[in-house]
């Protein structure tokens, strides 16, 4: 019922900084949140950021709090992810997912997940 697509990704150096983008399209009116993930290589999938449809709340895990803002723009129906001081440990594929609730632990509560925008932090 939503579709998710993330763009922005690539290569920088480490202290950089990148703006990743989530753009939604869809039954845009289920969605309470917009969620990132990111997945390195061999890893497991973890939390990054979230933001509520309306921007009233976000949340960010603690390895990019202070690093990372999460911020949407309501007319393009979008949500950024703005990453600066970047470190190799960022590199990952990054997702966004859309959700019913507020940071649910629920695999099932996520849907809309996009293909993925890779981000490379070099060393």
């Known amino acids: 019922q939503v579709q998710l697509v993330e763009s922005g990704g690539g290569l920088v150096q480490a202290g950089g900084s990148l703006r990743l983008s989530c753009a939604a399209s869809g039954r845009t009116f289920s969605i309470y949140s917009v969620n990132w993930f990111r997945q390195a290589a061999g890893d497991e999938r973890d939390f990054v950021a979230a933001?509520?449809?309306?921007?009233?709340?976000?949340a960010y895990s603690d390895s990019v709090k202070g690093r990372f803002t999460v911020s949407r723009d309501n007319a393009k129906n979008a949500v950024y992810l703005q990453m600066n001081s970047l470190k190799p440990e960022d590199t990952a594929v990054y997702y966004c997912a859309a959700s019913s609730d507020w940071l649910s632990t629920l695999p099932e509560r996520y849907s809309g997940w996009g293909r993925g925008t890779q981000v490379t932090v070099s060393s």
């Open positions: 933001i509520s449809w309306s921007g009233d709340r976000s």
